[in-house]
């Protein structure tokens, strides 16, 4: 019923509906029983009535002060007057000061929820589920402050000879050669080996090669929010993260020069946007006869064309998505041999995160993607309604698509400026290796999971929590990466088809053949060693690979990769209808602390939280919340903290509760 009210009432409507709610509930249970305050139904219940009661007093005060001035003038007492009406605005700008989007995103799940070393799906590649991660300070200008005639973009903010070079040695190791040609031969006779079930071949001249870029900025023109009639970038107080132009060039660098394309058959643009006149410029001016793309002729630009029929069909089939049964896309995708995406490294308020699938919600031919919302973990910005795993995922369908997401040779993702959502600036980062400075990397794959799988993680670490600048130069605090579970549920099923909700086919050609895996996905054992399975030893899974190598931790043989590997809680039998027996193994005295989270986040129970002496140890959990409350059937985590005089150690383990 809620998910029907939310398709169709807005959200300042929804607001008093869920405020009134809360607050009766919140009442109702908590008077009488006052301990119920900390029941988690009652925490997701608290901000709701706060938020409603502070605004019926902002709203009483307000109108009061205001009928109160009113007189006051009646009477001549002008200045008496005046100083009410200050103190009505001041009143008024409390509630209206507070941001919905902050106030809903404010809520995140522990990072606990997401389980280390998890593999799943067939890796894809030349090394299958290898991600090849590139860090260089010295590529971005530390003291780019992102304002007006000093925009991160610039060529002043941007060495285009270390980018060059990190894209060279992306490719190689990516591909395990040694020099550029042999690399990206290599990636064409092995891509081509899948698509066709033929011999492998290399590029062949005269093959179109379509790059899509993340424009997100250059919407509304010719009089949008930073584009001028001649494309030219207004002058701003801050620029959005999207595609650098400088990782582009470095990528026709090597199209031309050393694949050896031809420039009239390279397509370069976000098609249903437009190309700054600083980023054609850059590019015209080496490369003046490729195809730069837009939705408008003009300048140099060619205009896209949409396809005549609709090519992708949406698996949920109107179920989910009631305004998007199919797209068409543009001619050019249509007749691409091969796909380069080179989406940008940030966050989002919808979908949590935005890289290389959601750049795709810019390659169909409508005049925006709002159709396409209700497939993601928050129709609503920052207001996550679909959180549970094994929904519908619109991103499923744009990753396996045989012209979008299985037509892209390699992904490529700009670093070097991330961003905390979609439409906001570049963001400096506190996390390792970063520093407090800007991010300076490139993440290269052929799997397109993997890769979003390690970009995932690195979102996640960084914004929990976090104040940033949102685009109207405010500050917010906000956990997108991290505001539900569901964040990376696309991913789960992009790997593995079990994990498909039940009465969804992912079939986005509709020709009645399933997708297969997409690509391996998983989480890394922790933001410091930032090791997947293959990293550590393991066959399955991904391998994160950086430049320089001592970023990822090594691990030197097998008997420490065995014993790095080796899980430090489990579970049985699982899955459970009565108990589970919770198995975790010390060497020294530590203290303990066990949760059992739900698939949203909260925490249902804490089991232990205690000192446990050095051995073998087993709690058990009887499937409740506590005082004997009775929990639904489903996914639940439970999460370990080791706390030791040796270090802390982390680990987690979902187990299936079974009614």
């Given at each position: ?7 169709q009432?807005p ?29 988690p ?19 009483t ?7 109160l ?36 995103a ?39 402050t ?20 990190m ?26 080996g ?20 993340n ?9 949008g ?14 620029y959005i ?28 643009g ?9 980023a ?54 249509e007749?691409?041999d ?54 519908y ?27 905390p ?45 976090k ?5 109207r130069?405010?500050d ?18 992009a790997?593995?088809p ?86 975790f ?21 804490t ?17 409740t ?7 639904s ?27």
């Amino acid at each position: 019923m809620m998910k029907n009210l939310k398709k169709q009432i807005p959200f300042k409507i929804l607001f008093f509906f869920m405020g009134i709610i809360s607050t009766i509930w919140f009442l109702v249970r908590v008077i009488p029983k006052p301990s119920r305050a900390a029941y988690p139904c009652m925490k997701t219940a608290a901000p709701f009535m706060s938020g409603f009661i502070m605004y019926l007093i902002t709203l009483t005060s307000t109108s009061f002060v205001i009928r109160l001035a009113g007189r006051k003038f009646k009477k001549s007492m002008y200045l008496a007057g005046s100083a009410l009406i200050v103190v009505a605005a001041f009143s008024s700008l409390l509630f209206l000061g507070s941001n919905p989007v902050k106030l809903r995103a404010d809520i995140a799940i522990p990072l606990a929820i997401h389980t280390a070393n998890e593999a799943m799906g067939e890796g894809i590649g030349i090394f299958p589920g290898r991600v090849v991660w590139a860090w260089d300070s010295a590529s971005t200008n530390e003291h780019c402050t992102n304002y007006a005639d000093d925009a991160y973009f610039y060529p002043q903010n941007n060495d285009q000879e270390v980018i060059d070079r990190m894209v060279s040695d992306v490719l190689q190791k990516l591909t395990g050669t040694e020099n550029d040609m042999a690399a990206w031969s290599a990636m064409f006779k092995h891509f081509n080996g899948m698509k066709w079930e033929e011999p492998e071949w290399d590029y062949v001249m005269y093959e179109d090669i379509f790059i899509k870029t993340n424009a997100t900025s250059t919407w509304g023109y010719p009089n949008g929010t930073y584009i001028l009639s001649d494309f030219s970038v207004r002058s701003s107080i801050n620029y959005i993260a999207e595609t650098n132009p400088h990782v582009v060039l470095a990528v026709l660098r090597q199209l031309v020069h050393v694949v050896g394309a031809r420039q009239e058959d390279i397509w370069v643009g976000d098609p249903m946007k437009h190309i700054y006149k600083h980023a054609y410029d850059l590019w015209h001016n080496e490369f003046p006869d490729v195809n730069y793309i837009g939705s408008a002729a003009g300048d140099g630009r060619i205009k896209v064309v949409p396809g005549s029929e609709p090519v992708i069909f949406y698996s949920d089939k109107g179920t989910v998505m009631s305004g998007a049964v199919s797209d068409r896309l543009y001619t050019v995708m249509e007749e691409a041999d091969y796909l380069i995406n080179i989406p940008t490294l940030k966050g989002h308020a919808r979908a949590g995160i935005t890289l290389s699938a959601k750049n795709h919600f810019g390659s169909h031919t409508r005049g925006g993607a709002g159709h396409l919302h209700p497939g993601l973990v928050a129709p609503d910005e920052g207001a996550p309604t679909r959180t549970e795993l094994g929904m519908y995922r619109v991103q499923v369908d744009l990753m396996g698509h045989k012209m979008i997401g299985r037509n892209t040779i390699l992904v490529l993702l700009d670093g070097l400026y991330a961003g905390p959502e979609a439409t906001w600036p570049t963001d400096k980062w506190n996390m390792e290796p970063f520093a407090g400075d800007w991010t300076s990397s490139l993440f290269a794959s052929m799997d397109q999971v993997a890769l979003e799988s390690v970009c995932f993680d690195f979102l996640r670490t960084e914004y929990l929590n976090k104040t940033v600048k949102d685009a109207r130069d405010r500050d917010q605090t906000i956990n997108f990466p991290n505001m539900a579970p569901g964040v990376d549920d696309y991913l789960e099923q992009a790997a593995d088809p079990s994990k498909w909700p039940g009465n969804i086919t992912y079939d986005p050609e509709d020709d009645g053949v399933p997708l297969t895996s997409l690509g391996a996905h998983e989480h890394w054992n922790g933001s410091q060693t930032k090791q997947y399975s293959r990293n550590l030893g393991l066959e399955q899974g991904i391998e994160l690979v950086s430049i320089p190598a001592d970023l990822v931790s090594s691990v030197v043989n097998v008997e420490e990769k065995q014993a790095v590997r080796e899980e430090i809680i489990n579970a049985y039998p699982n899955p459970f209808s009565e108990k589970v027996n919770l198995r975790f193994l010390i060497d020294e005295r530590a203290n303990v602390k066990l949760d059992v989270y739900d698939m949203r986040g909260q925490l249902v129970r804490t089991l232990a939280d205690r000192t446990f002496t050095p051995g073998e140890h087993i709690v058990n959990w009887d499937g409740t919340g506590g005082s004997g409350s009775f929990l639904s059937g489903g996914i639940y985590v439970v999460s370990i903290k080791i706390d030791s005089p040796s270090g802390i150690k982390l680990d987690s383990r979902r187990v299936q509760l079974l009614r």
